[in-house]
């Protein structure tokens, strides 16, 4: 069984049993929490789909642990312009195990 689920803004398929990393939830390490926004729910070939949400779904799902990505490079140059500036940014991440799948 899978779910489509939305959180910080993207969109992730998820199974019962995988680790995730969303954008970061204000949670505590250790907890679990419910994602109510729910845009499909599916198992083999049958699949329910939303409009946008699927009413009484929901997924249930333990924070493992939370920490940041890896740098990544921003670098703008304007070419004969002696122009150039360079920039890092690591975003911050929640780990969440799938804990269930409720449809």
Known sequence: MYAVIKTGGKQYKVTAG????????????GSEITL??????????????????????????????????KKIKIFKMRRRKHYQKRQGHRQNYTELEIVSINA
């Not at 995988?18 to 390490?29: D, R, S, T």
């Open 18 to 29: 995988e680790k995730y990393k969303v954008e970061q939830i204000p949670a505590e390490v």
């Open 36 to 69: 109510d926004q729910v845009l499909a729910v599916g198992e083999g070939e049958s699949i329910r789909i939303g409009t946008p949400l699927v009413e009484g779904a929901t997924v249930l799902a333990k924070v493992v642990s939370e920490g940041r990505h």
